[in-house]
């Protein structure tokens, strides 16, 4: 993985070179203020990849898969699961990319637990007599 900064303007030139020259890299760029960053991998070293493999071994589809992220690694994650949820703390475009937002944040370890309370709530398990 490469991860560059710089001026915004730097970094959409270098995302552009890496796009053009090296087609089977993935690339991100965001910004952090007024710096930008670019950050690349290979097609196959994503969230995403290793999500459909483990699911593949399991025999779930991507329709069936809930996950839970705060950052711009867990994007291919969130457009491959059926259901995403971003953490309070993530950065806009985050949470504008999962289909539900959270109020926990990552660092207190309730962003999952309040996902799964969610998910729970929707498919209850009936109680047996």
Excluded at 20 to 40: C, E, L, M, N, W
Excluded at 70 to 85: E, K
Aim: glycine letters at 14%; one cysteine or more; aromatic letters at 8%.
């Amino acid at each position: 993985m490469v991860m560059g900064l710089g001026r915004p303007e730097q970094a959409d030139g270098a995302n552009d070179v890496l796009q053009r020259q090296i087609p089977a890299v993935v690339t991100q760029r965001f910004a952090f203020g007024d710096i930008g960053v670019v950050r690349s991998f290979g097609g196959a070293c994503t969230k995403a990849a290793g999500l459909a493999y483990v699911s593949a071994q399991l025999g779930l589809r991507a329709d069936e898969v809930a996950v839970v992220g705060d950052w711009y690694n867990d994007l291919s994650m969130f457009a491959w699961a059926g259901r995403s949820f971003a953490m309070a703390g993530a950065p806009d475009e985050i949470r504008e990319a999962a289909t539900d937002n959270l109020q926990a944040v990552a660092g207190n370890g309730g962003g999952v637990a309040e996902a799964i309370d969610q998910l729970l709530s929707e498919f209850p398990i009936s109680s047996r007599g």
